[in-house]
């Protein structure tokens, strides 16, 4: 079993900055793809970012050259740095985790709320 906790959500004012920690722990595993999902009220869960084990990135279009992912293999963590924020980037911010390849788990989500 593989745990996610989500930290560093938060209300922040439009134009600014948030950074969002991912952290996996357990046993004997190995993080393959890790990724940012949101879920705004009454939408869809959508990808904004996924970084693989070998750093190569992708982003939804909508945080395109606001967002970005980056991960620290040694301590088990992704980061999300979210810069330029807008009111439509409020939503509850979930890591996701691809682990030894077939398993897939899911954080409990960490709130991000921009106002305008």
């Known amino acids: 079993q593989v745990q996610l906790v989500e930290s560093g959500g938060g209300s922040v004012q439009a134009g600014g900055s948030l950074r969002l920690t991912c952290a996996a722990s357990?046993?004997?595993?190995?993080?393959?793809?890790m990724s940012w999902y949101r879920q705004a009220p009454g939408s869809q869960r959508e990808l904004v970012a996924s970084?693989?084990?070998?750093?190569?990135?992708n982003y939804g279009d909508s945080v395109k050259g606001r967002f970005t992912i980056s991960r620290d293999g040694a301590k088990n963590t992704v980061y999300l740095q979210m810069n330029s924020l807008k009111p439509e980037d409020t939503a509850m911010y979930y890591c996701?985790?691809?682990?030894?390849?077939?398993?897939?788990?899911w954080g409990q989500g960490t709130q991000v709320t921009v106002s305008s």
């Open positions: 970084i693989t084990n070998t750093g190569s990135t």
């Open positions: 357990g046993s004997s595993f190995t993080l393959n793809t």
């Open positions: 996701k985790a691809v682990v030894n390849w077939f398993h897939t788990y």
